[in-house]
């Protein structure tokens, strides 16, 4: 597990296995929203606040391994934060959904369409941590229990504190899920898109034009943002996610035209890869 703080507000812990990025967010430092810098979003508003709490706590997706989540609470405290009162989910891939174990009692909030998604789908989640579990042979001192969720409205916003986080959709990878802006801190959260370590996937009905609809979108958003923090792998500057964002929109349009033929972004073009892209091509 590694820690990084990317700005006074936002730490990226990174886990040991699959490079799964948990981002965590603070907000409420005394400025007023209408004080912040940037456009204004327009849409609905979603809102996990407490009012009577001035700062709060956001933890957005999740670490893996047992000993890494049983560390968030302590990292969270050491980092003078306050505890969370909110997670948040990119979408509904289980790597990403594990934030309950840390924290039993705090709201869960996701898109609209990964709510629709768990609800279609009960027990999947757990399903696939316990086949990833028995893989690895990890045993987990308690069992994940999503319970309900909160479907946030995205397009949107999301009150933390007197800050607001941006919500935009984000689908593609999967057919659900949404970004994350945190404009104060420059941080932009996407999900599992523009990794460095992995070629773009197809996963449980993600489409190429959805997912290079997303990747338009990302493309306007990107040049706000000094951080862009993937699902998987480093944490890009602005210049590292437009370049991999290039090489995905130019792999996926070989996919739709070339299927199996298509060419896989340099650099990335390992066995795991490799083996995604076979998957890709039954999928698309």
Same mark, same amino acid.
């Given at each position: 597990?590694?820690?990084?703080?990317?700005?006074?507000?936002? %730490?990226?812990?990174?886990?040991?296995?699959?490079?799964?990025?948990?981002?965590?967010?603070?907000?409420? @430092?005394?400025?007023?929203?209408?004080?912040?810098?940037?456009?204004?979003?327009?849409?609905?508003?979603?809102?996990?606040?407490?009012?009577?709490?001035?700062?709060?706590?956001?933890? !957005? @997706?999740?670490?893996?391994?047992?000993? &890494? %989540?049983?560390?968030?609470?302590?990292?969270?405290?050491?980092?003078?934060?306050?505890?969370?009162?909110?997670?948040?989910?990119?979408?509904?891939?289980? @790597?990403?959904?594990?934030?309950?174990?840390?924290?039993?009692?705090?709201?869960?909030?996701?898109?609209?369409?990964?709510?629709?998604?768990?609800?279609?789908?009960?027990?999947?989640?757990?399903?696939?941590?316990?086949?990833?579990?028995?893989?690895?042979?990890?045993?987990?001192?308690?069992?994940?229990?999503? $319970?309900?969720?909160?479907?946030?409205?995205?397009?949107?916003?999301?009150?933390?504190?007197?800050?607001?986080? &941006?919500?935009?959709?984000?689908?593609?990878?999967?057919?659900?899920?949404? !970004? =994350?802006?945190?404009?104060?801190?420059?941080? *932009?959260? %996407?999900?599992?898109?523009?990794?460095? =370590?992995?070629?773009?996937?197809?996963?449980? $009905?993600?489409?190429?034009?959805?997912?290079?609809?997303?990747?338009?979108?990302?493309? $306007? *958003? %990107?040049?706000?943002?000094?951080?862009?923090?993937?699902?998987? $792998?480093?944490?890009?500057?602005?210049?590292?996610?437009?370049?991999?964002? &290039?090489?995905?929109?130019?792999? *996926?349009?070989?996919?739709? &035209?070339?299927?199996?033929?298509?060419?896989?972004?340099?650099?990335?073009?390992?066995?795991?890869?490799?083996?995604?892209?076979?998957?890709?091509?039954?999928?698309?």
């Amino acid at each position: 597990m590694r820690a990084v703080l990317l700005h006074p507000d936002v %730490i990226v812990v990174t886990s040991a296995v699959l490079q799964v990025n948990c981002v965590i967010v603070r907000g409420g @430092d005394g400025t007023r929203p209408e004080d912040l810098d940037g456009p204004r979003h327009a849409g609905r508003s979603a809102d996990l606040r407490k009012p009577e709490q001035p700062a709060e706590t956001f933890v !957005i @997706d999740s670490l893996v391994l047992p000993d &890494e %989540i049983d560390a968030l609470p302590s990292l969270i405290e050491q980092a003078r934060f306050p505890a969370p009162s909110g997670l948040l989910a990119t979408h509904g891939d289980w @790597d990403h959904l594990l934030g309950r174990l840390a924290f039993p009692r705090v709201p869960l909030g996701c898109a609209e369409s990964t709510a629709e998604r768990l609800a279609a789908s009960p027990g999947e989640v757990q399903r696939q941590l316990r086949v990833f579990d028995e893989e690895l042979m990890i045993e987990r001192p308690r069992p994940l229990v999503l $319970g309900s969720v909160q479907a946030l409205p995205v397009p949107g916003r999301c009150g933390i504190g007197d800050r607001e986080l &941006e919500l935009y959709p984000g689908a593609g990878h999967t057919p659900d899920g949404m !970004i =994350i802006v945190a404009r104060w801190a420059g941080v *932009l959260t %996407i999900g599992d898109h523009l990794s460095s =370590i992995e070629i773009p996937t197809l996963n449980d $009905g993600g489409e190429i034009d959805t997912y290079l609809a997303t990747l338009e979108r990302l493309r $306007g *958003l %990107i040049p706000q943002a000094q951080h862009v923090v993937p699902g998987h $792998g480093p944490v890009l500057n602005s210049d590292r996610a437009l370049t991999l964002l &290039e090489e995905d929109a130019c792999y *996926l349009r070989a996919l739709a &035209e070339h299927g199996v033929e298509a060419e896989l972004p340099a650099g990335r073009r390992k066995v795991a890869n490799r083996r995604w892209h076979s998957q890709n091509v039954r999928g698309s």
